[in-house]
């Protein structure tokens, strides 16, 4: 079973945030392979089908942006998946500009917590992850306030089209290994 989790925070309130990118590339792809992620499992909403020919299992962690690292931990678990080669992570990035997407394979937390909670439970940095970005914080700007903002007219229609640019990355990684996704995207 191949994992796709997006990260984000559950409820209305944070919906179509900056912390919440990887929750929209989520719903893209449930839309576009008719996949319902509306299962309560493993403190995350979640559903199963098929991903060009691979069987998977997409999740949006329920337990808040800075403990993502339970939820995914559990389904790791549960189904014995192999972190390096059957997981895969997306999640906002605030060192990359709106619009720009970087694939790795792995790496570091790089300040990000949701991300850093991701590591401490799997016990590992090797996992694949699409980064979006999301802009840096303006200077005098706390950056918890800045990540759970929302985005302008003009930075939203440029996310729109990063969303399904995700997508196309995320089936790319499945179908084409990160490698040959990494040359196509980054």
């Not at 893209?28 to 089908?49: F, M, N, P, Q």
């Not at 998977?56 to 800075?66: A, D, G, R, Y």
């Amino acid at each position: 079973m191949f994992v796709i989790a997006g990260l984000g925070n559950p409820g209305g309130k944070y919906e179509k945030t900056r912390h919440n990118v990887g929750f929209q590339v989520m719903d893209r792809l449930a839309d576009r392979y008719r996949i319902g992620v509306d299962k309560k499992r493993h403190r995350a909403l979640c559903g199963t089908g098929v991903l060009e020919g691979t069987k998977v299992l997409l999740m949006k962690p329920q337990t808040f942006m800075n403990l993502s690292g339970e939820s995914v931990g559990e389904v790791v678990d549960y189904y014995g998946v192999k972190t390096e080669t059957e997981l895969l992570v997306i999640y906002d990035d605030v060192s990359l500009e709106p619009g720009q997407i970087r694939i790795r394979k792995k790496g570091s937390a790089g300040g990000h917590n949701g991300v850093k909670s991701l590591i401490q439970h799997l016990g590992t940095q090797e996992f694949m992850r699409i980064r979006i970005g999301v802009g840096e914080k303006p200077k005098g700007y706390d950056l918890a306030d800045y990540v759970l903002g929302h985005f302008s007219k003009e930075e939203e229609k440029v996310m729109q089209e990063v969303y399904d640019r995700a997508v196309l990355a995320a089936v790319k990684i499945l179908t084409d290994g990160p490698d040959r996704a990494m040359n196509e995207f980054n």
